[in-house]
């Protein structure tokens, strides 16, 4: 029987992570993953994340942009196309090729490190002393390994919608809604959450009709209010997006005519059929198939591995990252308790700060924020300034021709400590990075106003909001 130092179950940015920073620690190192690539391949290294989530997303983002960007834009730059036309199954295959790479990437690193790599579903068997017994099945050939140390990072799968089945023909989870090679005329998407928001911007810009409904009647209630309401004014008055909040769902009929939905909103009984539906209400923590009562590994009422602060479980020996545990379901936070947990078995000390982990929605433009909303301080009573700045006025941002959204610095009222950095403009996903380094060395609005920015940047916006925080904005 093969025994290692450290276990690994689940290959996605946690899982593949944490066992190639166990194996540069010096760890014998196995890391298993039931994960089968779009053409049957396996194993597809790189989970959800690089699969079906973060990376194909923003290769779609990308060339739907650039097709829009093209049908919308190029005329005012002296460009003139003719004969521009969009194929949808040319857009899935750059996509498929982005995957392959990355995903080939991680085989790369795991035989770089020397991390042994098993393909199939990793469940526990029970314990021989202090060594866990993992089972791994591949196909019905089945494999027992031994580890003391067991990382599971299981990730997470779509919320089902019990009103419909997915049959990622016609209603669409992401990994439907990631390879439709044909644009629908008219799709529906069920949430407004971040992947509801991109996909429907992905298909808009490229010709669909697109409906949005939304159970919750707050948009994006997680994010800094005014931001989300800057947001909904432009995907829903400039960009054609309809997007219904506080839809209740009646009925959906899945037939020859389409995909049909009765709902009420406002009171008022609707019901539209659409071409495809995507269904993005969230998704649940990945243990099924774990055999989690083999060994005691407790759960929480809403199904995710219990952890403390720094991911050990209930079982000595035992850690849980990434999507599986509490937290916001983001790549970079499971990889970075992947580092910390290979890290703690070594005897380290690394530490997290979940205050600072950022949040980025890919839609044009885009939406990223750190820290606290202004809503959030409120109800915890903290006194805070706030200076904010637009990209209207900002040079780079006019030759981008994207002069659009704003940037928001929360400070401490006393101390002039950041506590929050909200934006929506071009390339925010970059620029938020700032906020977040401020944040973590717990900088002050002044020390960002005072670091010089270059010119011209789209930066300058940040620069701007830190100096506005003390009514000192040079362009405001
Ligand atoms: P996962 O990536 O889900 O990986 C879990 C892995 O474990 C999978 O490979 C699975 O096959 C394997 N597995 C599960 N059970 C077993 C088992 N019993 N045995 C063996 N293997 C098993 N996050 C961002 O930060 N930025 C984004 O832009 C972003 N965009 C997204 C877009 C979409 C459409 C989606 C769906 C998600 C997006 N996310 C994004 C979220 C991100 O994908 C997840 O937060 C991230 O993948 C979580 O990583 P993980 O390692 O915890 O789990």
């Known amino acids: ?27 014998n190192t196995a890391c ?37 960007t093209a049908q919308h834009d190029f005329a005012e730059h002296g460009i003139s196309v003719e004969g521009l036309a969009f194929d949808a199954a040319k857009m899935v295959e750059r996509k498929d090729a982005i995957v392959t790479k990355l995903t080939g990437g991680v085989k790369f690193l795991f035989q770089k490190n020397k991390v042994a790599s098993f393909f199939g579903k990793g469940s526990f068997k029970g314990k021989n002393g202090d060594l866990y017994q993992i089972e791994v099945d591949n196909n019905g050939e089945k494999t027992v390994i031994e580890a003391k140390n067991v990382i599971v990072a299981t990730g997470s799968v779509p919320r089902p919608l019990p009103l419909v089945e997915i049959d990622n023909v016609n209603v669409l989870d992401n990994e ?15 949430g407004s959450g971040v992947i509801g928001l991109e996909m429907g911007s992905v298909w808009k810009r490229v010709g669909s009709d ?3 409904l939304e159970a919750m009647p707050t948009f994006l209630a997680a994010a800094d209010q005014q931001i989300a309401k800057e947001a909904l004014k432009i995907f829903t008055k400039e960009q054609g997006l309809a997007i219904e909040l506080g839809v209740q769902l009646n009925e959906i009929k899945n037939d020859k005519k389409g995909v049909t939905v009765a709902y ?21 923590p990945n243990t099924a198939g774990l055999n989690t009562e083999a060994v005691g590994l407790e759960k929480d009422e809403r199904g995710f591995i219990k952890v403390d602060g720094d991911c050990r479980t209930n079982l000595p020996g035992v850690w849980a990252i990434g999507d599986v545990v509490r937290g916001p379901m983001l790549a ?29 929605i890919y839609t044009d433009p885009e ?18 300034k706030k200076g904010q700045s637009g990209f209207a006025p900002n040079g780079r941002a006019l030759a981008l021709g994207k002069a659009k959204g704003i940037v928001k610095v929360l400070a401490d009222a006393q101390t002039d400590r950041i506590l929050g950095v909200h934006m929506i403009g071009p390339i925010v996903s970059e620029l938020v990075a ?14 960002i106003a005072r670091i010089v920015h270059a010119h011209p940047t789209l930066s300058e916006v940040m620069h701007e909001a830190a100096l506005a925080v003390d009514k000192r904005a040079l362009h405001g």
Request: hydrophobic share 45%; proline share 4%; aromatic share 6%.
């Open 1 to 27: 029987m093969s025994q290692f130092d450290v276990v690994v179950i689940g290959a996605g940015p946690g899982g593949y992570i944490a066992a190639i920073r166990a194996a540069q620690l010096g760890f």
């Open 32 to 68: 298993i993953d039931a994960g089968v690539n779009k053409a049957g391949d396996a194993p597809a290294l790189g989970g959800t994340c690089l699969n079906v989530g973060c990376i194909p997303s923003k290769a779609l983002l990308q060339s739907s942009e650039h097709f829009h």
């Open 176 to 190: 439907g809604a990631l390879n439709l090679t044909e644009v629908p005329k008219k799709l529906g998407v069920i």
């Open 210 to 212: 697109v409906t949005i």
């Open 264 to 284: 009420e909103v406002g009171g008022e009984k609707k019901a539209e059929t659409f071409d495809k539906l995507i269904i993005s209400i969230g998704r649940i």
């Open 332 to 360: 970079h936070k499971a990889s970075d308790e992947g580092v910390a947990v290979a890290e703690r078995i070594a005897g380290q000390k690394p530490h997290i700060d979940f205050n600072t982990i950022p949040f980025v």
């Open 367 to 384: 939406i990223a924020w750190v820290g606290k909303t202004e809503e959030q301080l409120k109800a915890e009573g903290v006194a805070y």
């Open 434 to 447: 700032e906020g977040v380094m401020g944040m973590e060395f717990k900088a002050s609005s002044e020390d």
